[in-house]
Antibody, heavy 113, light 113 residues
Framework: QVQLKESGPGLVQPSQTLSLTCTVS????????VHWVRQPPGKGLEWVGA???????DYNSALKSRLSISRDTSKSQVFLKMNSLQTEDTAIYFC???????WGQGVMVTVSS | DIVMTQSPSSLAVSAGETVTINCKSS????????????LAWYQQKPGQSPKLLIY???TRESGVPDRFIGSGSGTDFTLTISSVQAEDLANYYC?????????FGSGTKLEIK
């Protein structure tokens, strides 16, 4: 069955780099795109970016200067890296497969010193 | 970027009533190739990942009760929940996936009186 699971540090210091991993199962990354969506505490959903089946990427306009999404198809993993973190980046980060049926449980990331 | 304007931001209804949530996009979401509108609706309950209710503006996801109805085309879309039940207490979001960057509406909080 299709599953996605996010992992990464729960706490990151301001100005540091966030590294998250989305490990997927039940489908191939070379046939499906994976997207990152985040949600600050008590607020709405924000699309962060995506890696498409062919390996190309797209990013949120406001984040693209700080953001990089990549993948390792052999390990069925998608990676998100965001640098120069600020307190406003505190959020739950979800990964989801295009088609939008399947989502990970999310990982809470707090940016604080 | 395509801006999604969702209204109302919150509403409170009694069980059994009908609810209408609106979503307006800043440009058409109608794709000429597939002749479809690239608009999704989600339900999110506290502490949970978003749950897909409707995709392609009006196609109900498998397992979603038929009291959830998506309609609209072009730039104006509606999610109707008929005979609201207590379990429908949640936040609801629209999302366009016609073009990147993908964007979400700001959300509607549904409360049950």
């Amino acid at each position: 069955q299709v599953q996605l699971k996010e992992s990464g540090p729960g706490l990151v210091q301001p100005s540091q780099t966030l590294s998250l991993t989305c490990t997927v199962s039940g489908f191939s990354l070379t046939s499906n795109s994976v997207h990152w969506v985040r949600q600050p505490p008590g607020k709405g959903l924000e699309w962060v970016g995506a890696i498409w089946s062919g390996g190309s990427t797209d990013y949120n306009s406001a984040l693209k200067s700080r953001l990089s999404i990549s993948r390792d198809t052999s390990k069925s993993q998608v990676f998100l890296k965001m640098n120069s973190l600020q307190t406003e980046d505190t959020a739950i980060y979800f990964c989801t497969r295009y088609g939008w049926t399947y989502w990970g449980q999310g990982v809470m990331v707090t940016v604080s010193s | 970027d395509i801006v999604m304007t969702q209204s109302p931001s919150s509403l409170a209804v009694s069980a059994g009533e009908t609810v209408t949530i609106n979503c307006k996009s800043s440009q058409s979401l109608f794709g000429s190739v597939r002749q479809k509108n690239y608009l999704a609706w989600y339900q999110q309950k506290p502490g949970q990942s978003p749950k897909l209710l409707i995709y392609l503006a009006s196609t109900r996801e498998s397992g979603v009760p038929d009291r959830f109805i998506g309609s609209g085309s072009g730039t104006d879309f509606t999610l109707t929940i008929s005979s609201v039940q207590a379990e429908d207490l949640a936040n609801y979001y629209c999302q366009q996936y016609y073009d990147t960057p993908l964007t979400f509406g700001s959300g509607t909080k549904l409360e049950i009186k």
